[in-house]
């Protein structure tokens, strides 16, 4: 129980099972293991169908502009669903909350696994999308019940599952659509949220840290509806044409929204996010620093793929399969996990603005070798574990970051905006990378390919990012102030 957690607090609302519950011993090991493979599985979630992609608009009679609505709206609500799980949870029980955003997984996968069109199918990855929120309230479970000597690894293992996941399951994705029913895809996924569903419910204690007041309704209405339509427009800005009346009426009318929502929150004594902590300066700039990230690592899932699978009679191409593919960008999450241990040593001995720093430098390394290194398989590979290496180090500082400015009753809400912001670096990477891309083609022997320049200006301009990435990261304070209400202790 935490420090500043009474029995006398929880009397009220914790049942005679959950004080049981609470009796018992605790292993460490296995909770970190069991958050770390709810992050998995829900990160999972989000390069799912990629190997579909291509052919979603034939197994569902769609046209391919409507088949990419399983993907946006999957992106969409992990979103909307992240900051808003994290403040119901930090209200009403991590843990709980948590087992809530797994069951809209495997309720998900199940409905997608009966769909054969696209509305059930848009319906199920939605659900499924909701569930990525587990791993900002898995991090902040870990900081109400592991000891400070444990809670640098934990947590940045279970940060970097954002990544590991897509990264080691793409391949898994790529082998089941190539030799099974692609609806095995959504039974394979229902299948692992139930396996970490019973691992919350029987290593997970109950959360007995929680924050006084009430949910705040429209602060949540407000929130979701302004970020869906900035997200919207910079994710079909491509598809519906960026000066389109209907883009810019969504996109402005997201920031109108989002704007008089803040306004809202700033008046109100229980608000969803409190704006005041997130302005912070530790805290904004650390969530900046995030998109640049979010930013830096989804482009290597849009664009490798595409310069690994493209036909070597292009002259541009590597002509590998999907499979061959996603197995070069593996490398890309398994340094992530290896490094750990590693980034949260770096982290307790230097501070994790140091670690930030670092990792964000060896991601603008690494794009910058891309440039120059793109004819071969290995180059290909080279890049995505450079990349890997420095988004392992960033994801592991952005939470000891943002837990140590703001208070212990409101870690679950605040990493669910952090991971929020990496979300709109992703979105943002998809439609700038996307946009090169189709802007910059050849055409051979009756196959369209971005050119080599193309290839090269989508590097150029994830380098660029992690650039701006490190000049905020410098802003940061080499210092965190003194918060007495801080999640963490503070860290020079």
């Known amino acids: 129980m935490p420090d500043n957690a009474t029995p006398d607090d929880s009397e009220h609302w914790l049942s005679d099972a959950e004080r049981r519950r609470l009796s018992r011993a605790q292993n460490d090991r296995a909770l970190v293991a069991s958050l770390a493979f709810t992050g998995l599985v829900a990160s999972f979630m989000m390069t799912l169908v990629t190997p579909l992609l291509p052919e979603l608009p034939g197994l569902l009679g769609v046209s391919t502009a409507d088949s990419l609505w399983v993907v946006t709206a999957t992106l969409l609500a992990a979103a909307v669903a992240t900051p808003i799980g994290g403040s119901l949870g930090d209200l009403y029980g991590k843990r709980r909350m948590l087992l809530v955003l797994l069951g809209s997984l495997i309720i998900g996968s199940v409905i997608a696994a009966f769909s054969s069109s696209l509305i059930p199918l848009v319906i199920g990855r939605s659900l499924q999308g909701a569930g990525l929120g587990v791993i900002a309230l898995g991090i902040s479970i870990l900081r109400d019940v592991l000891h400070r000597d444990k809670l640098g690894k934990a947590v940045a293992l279970v940060s970097a599952t954002l990544g590991i996941g897509g990264a080691v399951g793409l391949p898994i994705s790529a082998l089941i659509s190539q030799y099974l029913d692609w609806h095995f895809l959504f ?3 229902g299948a692992l949220g139930a396996i970490g569903f019973i691992l919350v419910l029987t290593l997970v204690p109950v959360s007995t840290l929680r924050s006084a007041g009430r949910f705040d309704y429209a602060g949540a209405a407000g929130f979701a509806v302004g970020l869906v339509g900035i997200l919207l427009a910079v994710s079909k800005g491509n598809e519906w044409g960026w000066t389109s009346p209907l883009t810019l009426g969504v996109g402005l009318g997201g920031v109108i929204v989002l704007g008089l929502w803040a306004l809202f929150e700033l008046r109100i004594t229980h608000p969803l996010i409190d704006l005041r902590v997130a302005t912070r300066r530790s805290v904004l700039l650390t969530n900046l620093a995030s998109v640049t990230v979010g930013f830096a690592f989804f482009a290597t899932a849009v664009a490798l793929p ?21 197995l070069c960008l593996m490398p890309s999450g398994l340094v992530m996990w290896a490094l750990s241990g590693t980034a949260a040593r770096l982290t307790a001995r230097r501070g994790a603005r140091t670690s930030l720093l670092l990792g964000i430098v060896i991601i603008a390394i690494g794009y910058a070798v891309a440039v120059g290194l793109m004819t071969e398989v290995w180059h290909t590979v080279l890049v995505a574990t450079l990349v890997g290496f420095g988004v392992g180090f960033a994801y592991a500082a952005m939470p000891t970051l943002i837990m140590a400015a703001v208070p212990s009753s409101e870690t679950a809400a605040s990493n669910g905006l952090n991971s929020v912001m990496r979300t709109l670096g992703s979105t943002a990477a998809s439609a700038v990378i996307g946009l090169i891309l189709a802007g910059n083609v050849v055409t051979v022997g009756g196959v369209t390919t971005p050119t080599a320049s193309a290839f090269q200006l989508c590097f150029a301009v994830c380098a660029a990012a992690a650039i701006i990435g490190a000049v905020l990261t ?5 210092r965190q102030p003194q918060y007495k209400t801080a999640s963490l202790p503070v860290q020079s």
């Open 187 to 189: 039974w394979v996924s």
């Open 306 to 326: 595409l310069l690994l699978e493209a036909p070597v009679d292009t002259g541009v191409g590597l002509g590998q399969s999907m499979l061959v593919a996603s």
């Open 474 to 478: 410098l802003l940061l304070p080499r």
